[in-house]
């Protein structure tokens, strides 16, 4: 026999829990997102988790589980046909809730439960150096050398460098006769 969860429950016995959270899982995956109170949300959050990686699965036996669930064929074909394939690449976190403030007829903290459905982007790992290498530098561009660089332009530093020597020593002569 499943144990019920400890502490109250979402508006009476936990047949009508059961009910409600379907309820509010269908209209999750009709609409993208729902508003409901923030206890809703965090209650709502594993059993949507759960049964978007069962739509990930794709099987047969996931889609009868699912539909021991929610019971609605539209909402579950569209939960494997669309919303399955769109977070394919996602491992997990495939809800957000975001908080809203309190409702205004009787101040219920109130939230945002939407599905994630953007790509996931990889971040890219630092490589860390262990302690045992030694600390990576930072090595300065190679100047090229005369066997990687094409005979043209070995030529024309060469050319340079003459010219450079050349005016090197006429400015040393000019110098010297100022004196």
């Known amino acids: 026999m499943p144990k ?8 009476g016995g936990p047949a009508h829990e059961r009910l409600m959270l379907a309820n509010l899982a269908a209209a999750l995956f009709t609409h993208k997102r729902i508003t409901t109170t ?5 209650r709502l959050r594993p059993l949507a988790e759960r049964l978007v990686t069962f739509g990930k699965r794709g099987d047969l036996h996931a889609r009868r589980r699912v539909l021991g669930v929610i019971g609605d064929k539209t909402v579950v ?15 997990g976190g495939y809800t957000r809730i975001t908080k809203i403030g309190n409702r205004k ?11 994630v459905l953007e790509p996931v982007t990889p971040k890219q790992r630092a490589a860390k150096p262990a302690a045992a290498e030694a600390p990576v530098v930072d090595e300065a561009p190679v100047e090229e050398t005369a066997a ?3 005979p043209a332009e070995v030529v ?4 340079a460098a ?3 020597a050349a005016g090197s ?8 006769e100022a004196k």
Not at 38 to 42: F, I, L, Q, S, V
Not at 105 to 115: F, H, K, T, Y
Not at 156 to 159: D, K
């Open 148 to 150: 990687e660089a094409t």
């Open 162 to 164: 003459v010219d450079e």
């Open 4 to 11: 019920p969860t400890k502490g109250p429950r979402l508006g």
């Open 156 to 159: 024309t530093e060469a050319e």
């Open 38 to 42: 923030e206890t809703k949300a965090k």
């Open 169 to 176: 020593e006429a400015s040393a002569e000019e110098s010297a």
């Open 105 to 115: 007829g009787d101040n219920a903290p109130m939230a945002v439960i939407e599905l």
């Open 77 to 91: 074909h569209e939960l494997f046909t669309v919303i399955a394939p769109q977070v394919a690449d996602r491992e």
